[in-house]
């Protein structure tokens, strides 16, 4: 069974100004505002957003496709004398883990809901936490009736397709004015879970729903070969088709593993960086607080009162910037160390991983995605381009981690201020 659900676009063309430009307005000067009251409407593509939302991020759904897919196997010879209950031990054909995006797991909030709208939008009961199913040989418990060539399995439909992020943005109207609109943001991803497990048996001559576990599982005796038609003693008997769907199953979660292990390569040292010359704070709205960079390797950055001791290392520059759809994409290199924000690679697939410096290089851990508020404001959301999720801190506090939040920070913890010097 297969469901393809289209792209939601926001039905308006985005202004994309140079970016030099861009950063130029995200710098005003002006004043901040006071913090706008957290949206409890749900986010939909062109849907209007406050500034508390900048830094926060939502799915939605773009593709789906559900597959029933056979899990455990084992083709079984009935025989006049060998009626009634016996238990049966399947053999492995497939392994289905739960995922969203990059990681091998179900990390974060955004992770969740994204499973949650997967299954709201089929109408199917779908893991949304990590899980995967038995990667052993398990038995199944039938009550034979009548003798004949069996197929027992268990199963189950499996549900792959792709994800986007909805992200506030300004957005300019067709009058020329500027309103904050959730947009459909830069980071994208692939998901699979499954439904509940089932198990069962099942014979060439029974009558099947088309696109149904059962049938899957049918599909595998290999109706018509000379293996399906001939007598046996009762007892296992082997399938060529279910041996060839095990072999080309195993082949895909070794390419796919593989894939996974070489996908975040070590960064490339980067000469130089194209820095605008705007220095900037990112402070925490209408607080004395901002990010401040580490002194030690092994700190993170953390939200710091300006000081005459603070040696530059509040003082942050755009470098190599681009926009696209109105979100510039930039490095942020930091005055005081020298060093590039970043997320370690090591921690970047968990949530609230800590955002550090680092030696800058060629890698998409050191880009990040800036949502702003409208001309006039200088609020502003922050995402890692490679992990998808939104900068925020858990509390506001001197010392305090800046942190990744796969959803963002709900109550605006994760909207920040980024202020000229």
């Known amino acids: 069974m297969r469901r393809t659900r289209p792209v939601s676009r926001i039905g308006r063309t985005l202004m994309a100004c140079a ?228 072999h080309e199953a195993e082949k895909a979660a070794k390419a796919e593993k593989s894939v996974k292990a070489t996908g975040s390569p070590a960064p490339a040292t980067r000469a130089a960086l194209n820095c605008q010359p705007a220095v900037y704070k990112i402070d925490v709205p209408g607080k004395p607080l901002n990010w401040s960079a580490p002194l030690l390797a092994n700190d993170g950055i953390r939200l710091r009162e300006s000081t005459f001791l603070s040696a530059h290392l509040d003082n942050w520059r755009l470098c190599n910037v681009t926009e696209h759809n109105g979100v510039i994409e930039a490095s942020l290199w930091n005055w005081g160390n020298g060093g590039c924000a970043t997320i370690p690679a090591n921690i970047a697939n968990q949530e609230q991983a800590y955002l550090t410096t680092a030696t800058c290089g060629e890698d998409d851990l050191q880009r990040f995605y800036i949502y702003r508020d409208v001309p006039g404001s200088s609020k502003i959301g922050v995402q890692n381009k490679y992990t998808g999720s939104m900068m925020g801190h858990d509390r506001y506090a001197d010392g305090e981690l800046i942190r990744q939040y796969s959803s963002g920070r709900q109550d605006g913890t994760g909207t920040y201020t980024l202020t000229g010097v």
């Open 19 to 246: 970016a030099s430009a861009a950063v130029a307005t995200v710098g005003l000067a002006v004043s901040p505002a006071a913090a706008a009251p957290a949206t409890t409407t749900q986010a939909e593509p062109g849907g209007a957003c406050t500034a508390t939302d900048l830094g926060t991020r939502h799915p939605y759904i773009k593709t789906s496709e559900v597959t029933p897919t056979i899990t455990h196997f084992k083709g079984w010879y009935v025989t006049g004398g060998s009626t009634g209950t016996q238990s049966v031990n399947t053999s492995v054909q497939t392994t289905i883990s739960v995922s969203v995006g990059l990681t091998g797991n179900v990390e974060g909030s955004f992770a969740v809901e994204t499973l949650g709208k997967v299954g709201a939008s089929l109408g199917l009961n779908v893991q949304v936490n990590y899980t995967s199913t038995s990667s052993t040989s398990t038995s199944v418990t039938w009550n034979f009736r009548n003798p004949g060539y069996y197929g027992l399995y268990k199963g189950t439909k499996k549900v792959t397709g792709t994800y986007g992020s909805l992200n506030c943005n300004r957005v300019q109207q067709d009058d020329g004015s500027w309103a904050l609109r959730w947009i459909e943001g830069a980071d994208t991803g692939s998901y699979t879970t499954y439904t509940t497990l089932e198990e069962g048996a099942v014979r060439c001559e029974d009558k099947v729903p088309a696109n149904s576990i059962m049938r899957k599982a049918q599909d595998l005796l290999d109706c018509g070969s000379a293996t399906a038609t001939a007598k046996h003693p009762a007892g296992p008997v082997p399938s060529a088709k279910a041996a060839k769907a095990r």
